[in-house]
Structure formats: C-alpha cells, structure tokens
C-alpha cells in the first residue's frame, strides 16, 4: 500500500539552531515529492517539490530537500531555524499520473528562543 | 492576485444538523480540491473536480457528504446528516492544472459536531 510517514509528531529546535524533519515514502515506483508549510490558523503552502533531476531541490523560505531513492527518503532541512519557522509541515506524495496527493500525518516544529 | 476563498471559517452544530462549505478557487483554477483534516491527522483527499467534473471522488463518504463544483468555479460541501467524527477542518484547495504538485490551499473550515 502506498503510504508517507513523517516520524516525530513534534520537533524543538533553538532558534539559530539547524533543522532536519524526516519523510519516508512507500510506493511502487519512485513518486513526486513534496513538503508543504501550514502556520497556525492558515492554510498550507508549498515549501518545495521534487519531479525529477537534481536529488537536492532548493525551497523558499530557506529551506532545501534531499531525495535519496535508496532510502525513500525526502528530508526536510535548513541550515538556521527563525523563530517564524514554528508551524506544522507535511511531507506529500503523489504517484508519476499524479492522480491523487496523499499527505503525512506532519511534524509540528517549535522554536525555543 | 487573491487566495483561495472559503466560508464560513468556524461552524458549530449538533450531530444530526446539516451544514455546507464555500470555496471559491484562485481566478483560472481548473482543478479544486476538497480536504477534511482531523486534528493531529494530515490532509485526506475527500474529492477533486477537474473543471465541473469530479475527478476522484473515492474517499468521500457519499451516505453523509455531496460536493458540487457549479459552471467550473465555485464549489460547495455538504453534510447531512453530521457525525461527532466530522468535526475536522475542511481544506478547499485550487491548481491551475493537474500535474504541477502545487496546490493553494485557502485557510480552511473548521466544523465542530456536538
């Protein structure tokens, strides 16, 4: 069965401090790739994607990926957390016919000061 | 350019009662998107329309809940009746066409059934 699993239900990084949020995928052929921002009472907003090429794909807000097909990985990084970063993000998949997108249950990140 | 529009954003009601949901896409949007998330749960797919058509419909609960997406651009969700677990926020989302993985998602609508 295809499926998106984002391990830590929360994560407390220090402000200043570096970020990894995991995602692990299980699907038949390698799919699209994706991470999704949700800020408290806002809808989400992509961070960035993976299609195909260049396994680290750069994000907004600062925020890069690594896909690494050995491990059917997708980790969610960035170098220096902002207290701003504080939200909840979803690692998402969606098969190549991109018929539907299926998200993880998400990983709620707090920024200690 | 404006966001993705839905209302109401907060909704009350007891189990039994009816209750509907607006969104109005990103002007262009062919493709809306209908998400339910309870809390602590990540986004479930509960239908998608293509223009006025629906795409995949597979997860909606089709006894309780009905979806219409009028002259390809507005769309409504209804429940009826609701059920304690309905209480989830309701995620309207548009693209501008199937394919590109990015969706824009309005702030949601978040229904509490007593």
């Known amino acids: 069965a295809q499926s998106v699993t984002q391990p830590d239900i929360h994560i407390t990084v220090s402000e200043g401090a570096s970020l990894e949020l995991r995602c692990n995928y299980s699907?038949?052929?390698?799919?699209?790739l994706f991470w999704y921002v949700q800020s408290p009472g806002q809808g989400l907003q992509l961070l960035l994607k993976?299609?195909?090429?260049?396994?680290l794909v750069q994000g907004i807000k600062g925020f890069e990926a690594e896909f690494k097909r050995s491990q059917s990985s997708f980790n969610l990084r960035k170098p220096s957390v902002h207290w701003s970063d504080a939200a909840e993000y979803f690692c998402?998949?969606?098969?190549?016919?991109?018929?539907?997108?299926?998200f993880g249950t998400g990983t709620r990140l707090l920024v200690s000061p | 350019e404006a966001g993705v529009a839905q209302s109401p954003r907060y909704k009350i009601i007891e189990k039994r009662q009816s209750v509907a949901f607006w969104c109005n896409p990103i002007?262009?949007?062919?493709?809306l998107y209908w998400y339910q998330q309870i809390l602590g749960q990540g986004p479930k797919l509960l239908i998608q329309f293509q223009n006025n058509g629906v795409v995949d419909d597979s997860q909606l609960p089709k006894d309780r809940f009905s979806a219409e997406r009028l002259k390809g651009v507005d769309s409504t969700l209804k429940i009826q009746p609701a059920k304690l677990e309905d209480s989830a926020v309701y995620l309207c989302?548009?693209?501008?066409?199937?394919?590109?993985?990015?969706?824009?998602f309005g702030e949601g609508s978040r229904l509490t059934v007593l």
């Open positions: 699907y038949g052929a390698t799919p699209y």
């Open positions: 993976y299609f195909s090429g260049d396994t």
């Open positions: 002007s262009g949007h062919a493709t």
């Open positions: 989302a548009s693209s501008l066409e199937r394919g590109t993985g990015e969706l824009f």
């Open positions: 998402a998949v969606a098969p190549r016919d991109f018929q539907k997108l299926v």
